[in-house]
């Protein structure tokens, strides 16, 4: 049995030979597949030979009759030259070693050995936007092997086709520019929806065009997540998940907006837990935060998805009812109270957790968040002084 191209490949990339699979079509030759060392060659000779070059020359050189015998093809500049041997004695499939001059070769592999094995992916396109290089982390992102990508342009590689374009349009700014350009953009792969952020910088040849494109992409899904946990944490209680009262205050205000411009009802209801200090000093500070754990459940329960309900500190919670008359929001305080009259302890006895309640329904002489809020806050207070379970 013979030994196949991608087996003679292998050996040579194993022999840190800068070696490639070709093949050759009517309409020019292609790259089937590369050794590490081929591609760590083009990354040095960046500004002097690229692979469409290389592939544009060798097709242009490419002897009449090649038989099965090794045949060369060298640069007029002597800058490389190629050695070729067909496969199988086919003349459209050849296993080629590109040797260069002293002064051309990789004096070490440690550069290329950190790229390789880097979590960022890693790559580099000419300045048409076809892919000179890929680290193996591109393969891993996407599924796709980097090699597969050697050639080919983003638009050929990428999906879908709208990140194409922006990546394109991203590179197109390098090149146009001179100067980096850095990208954000959500991509699933075999990890799932995954957030990554890029910079582009350019690589320029001796006359000070751009030649070249040098990207560098990290997944920063973990930091992303670690953000949207701290701005969640920023904009809430930690006890209850409700919203605490700077970020209450905030929509309120756009609420009111809304409200003064005739576009929205708004009703606020503001209560506070009766004898909350008992409750702490006869069960203890752990069963009173759970009190305050399961008023926030019933707050969540009984209101719907676009009303806002908060924490605003202590046994202090507010409601605002988004489009809701008085009388709706008297009902709703009424479900509330009974629900929270039915907090139990651990074990399972209701503790007799009451109430008081204050209900305003926005007007346009409530200015801000303030304004409301001081107002309900007063009919609340009259409401667990006066004797009356709600105002």
């Avoid at 038989?67 to 004695?89: H, I, K, M, N, Y």
């Avoid at 440690?110 to 076809?130: C, H, K, M, Q």
């Avoid at 509330?336 to 309640?357: A, K, N």
């Amino acid at each position: 049995m013979g030994v196949s191209a991608e087996q003679w490949l292998a050996a040579l990339g194993a022999a840190a030979v800068a070696a490639f699979h070709c093949r050759r079509h009517p309409d020019g030759i292609v790259m089937v597949s590369r050794t590490p060392e081929f591609v760590g060659v083009m990354q040095t000779l960046s500004g002097v030979l690229d692979e469409p070059t290389l592939l544009s020359q060798l097709n242009a050189r490419w002897p009449t009759v090649s038989g099965s015998a090794p045949f060369e093809v060298v640069d007029d500049t002597l800058t490389w030259r190629c050695v070729l041997q067909s496969t199988d004695g086919a003349d459209d499939d050849h296993l080629a070693i590109l040797v260069l001059p002293h002064e051309h070769r990789m004096p070490n592999n440690a550069f290329s050995t950190i790229v390789e094995n880097l979590p960022d992916i890693v790559t580099r396109y000419t300045s048409g936007f076809r892919c000179l290089y890929a680290n193996p982390a591109l393969g891993e992102a996407t599924g796709v092997p980097a090699e597969a990508r050697f050639g080919r342009t983003l638009a050929e590689m990428v999906a879908p086709a709208e990140l194409a374009a922006d990546f394109e349009a991203a590179y197109r700014r390098v090149v146009d520019t001179g100067a980096p350009v850095e990208f954000e953009f959500d991509y699933t792969g075999p990890a799932g929806l995954c957030h990554y952020l890029g910079r582009a910088t350019p690589e320029f040849d001796h006359s000070g065009q751009v030649s070249a494109i040098l990207a560098v992409i990290r997944d920063v899904s973990e930091v992303r997540r670690l953000q949207h946990q701290l701005e969640h944490l920023a904009r809430t209680d930690p006890l209850t998940s409700l919203l605490n009262r700077r970020s209450f205050t905030d929509r309120l205000d756009v609420e009111l907006g809304r409200v003064r411009a005739g576009q929205a009802g708004l009703s606020l209801l503001m209560l506070d837990l009766d004898h909350f200090k008992q409750i702490n000093d006869r069960f203890g500070h752990v069963a009173g935060d759970r009190v305050l754990e399961a008023v926030g459940r019933i707050l969540t329960a009984e209101t719907r998805p676009h009303d806002v309900a908060a924490r605003l500190g202590g046994d202090e919670f507010c409601i605002a009812l988004i489009d809701t008359c008085a009388d709706e929001a008297r009902a709703a305080a009424d479900r509330i109270r009974r629900q929270i009259s039915t907090i139990e302890g651990e074990d399972g006895t209701p503790i007799g957790v009451s109430v008081s309640v204050g209900v305003a329904v926005a007007d346009d002489k409530d200015i801000t968040a303030l304004d409301l809020l001081a107002r309900v806050d007063a009919l609340m207070y009259q409401s667990k002084h006066g004797g009356h379970r709600e105002r």
